[in-house]
């Protein structure tokens, strides 16, 4: 199962996230939900990074992702990752047994 958490600040505000695991609804390299997830977590990845220039702490490897903002999220970061969340969610009510979606807050986040 691919677990995504998101991690909020005590304003509810995305300020991080991480996708770790892969949904085993199909063999490696035909597996279209594990594809779909990878694709919107790194296409936000690059949006932070490339368009919206954002400090951002990350981790990409095999089956595990974690992207933390370094400063407080702004109305660009938090419109990019929701609309991330947007399409994770689809997914998610498509396939239920191989995708979860959590929500943390965290009054010590940014």
């Not at 677990?3 to 509810?12: C, P, S």
């Not at 597996?31 to 990409?60: F, K, M, P, W």
């Not at 999220?73 to 979860?100: C, F, H, K």
């Amino acid at each position: 199962m691919i677990k995504v958490r998101l991690y909020e600040n005590a304003e509810g505000r995305i300020a991080g996230y991480s996708v770790s695991g892969h949904s085993g609804t199909a063999e490696y390299g035909k597996d279209i939900v594990c594809a779909g997830v990878s694709v919107l977590a790194q296409t936000a990845l690059l949006g932070l990074l490339e368009q919206l220039h954002a400090a951002v702490d990350y981790r990409v490897e095999s089956g595990d992702m974690e992207v933390t903002l370094r400063d407080a999220p702004d109305d660009a970061t938090e419109n990019l990752l929701r609309t991330m969340l947007l399409g994770l969610r689809q997914i998610a009510a498509q396939a239920p047994e191989a995708v979860s979606i959590s929500e943390q807050r965290d009054s010590a986040r940014r």
